[in-house]
């Protein structure tokens, strides 16, 4: 817990320690196995999917870093703006990344052709391509959007927020009188807000469907499996 002045500080931002090095192994396997189709259209979706989700999982890691870089040397001597600016930056590009991802999964899973990858992403349906989860991203991702162009136009309101902002619940302290306690654990735009334990829960379910994608080889015949 940090202090800062009359208020506490704690943070629910989980961590995403897996695939630190992202997924090299679909790409090795592209490069030198065989692709997860036979069709250019559905590997240029696969590999979007991957590149997006590696990047998607680095800017929330630097975020996350960066917002309790702010905190821990946010007193009355210093204010690190610096740090929010960043984790800001890098959370939007996490939320844009993911909602990008999101499109190319389920188009994946929507081919008209039932490609052999689309009919294997098929057997079950991950939370993060549903569409309230993809409706979210859409939304996040619109509004952050919406308010740069409100911005530049000169349609922002005075004291309007026009960026994405780390926020959480604000309550008395148990037992020291006149502190709070604020719990980072969401980030907010406009009426739309997305926890950090939602973020982290998709991206790596997301995760696991790049790994999926990855050991998928499909026999030029059947469409099954084959082995390497």
Known sequence: MLG?????VEFDIPEINEYPKGFPGYWLKTLFIQSPSERYQINALTS???R????AMVEYRLGSEKLKEFWKTHDHDSLNLGAMHRSVSHFEACVSNMYRATN???RLRRDREQDPLSLHLNKEKPNFATDSVSRRFKSIRNEVHHLEEMVMDGRIADGQSFALSPNGPEVPHPTEENQTIKTIDRL????NEVLFR????WLLEMAAYADKIAEFLPNSRTGDNSSV
């Open 4 to 8: 800062v002045n009359s208020m506490h």
């Open 48 to 50: 979007t999917y991957v």
């Open 52 to 55: 997006l989700i590696e990047a």
């Open 104 to 106: 190319c999964f389920r």
């Open 188 to 191: 907010v735009i406009g009426d």
């Open 198 to 201: 939602e973020l982290a829960s």
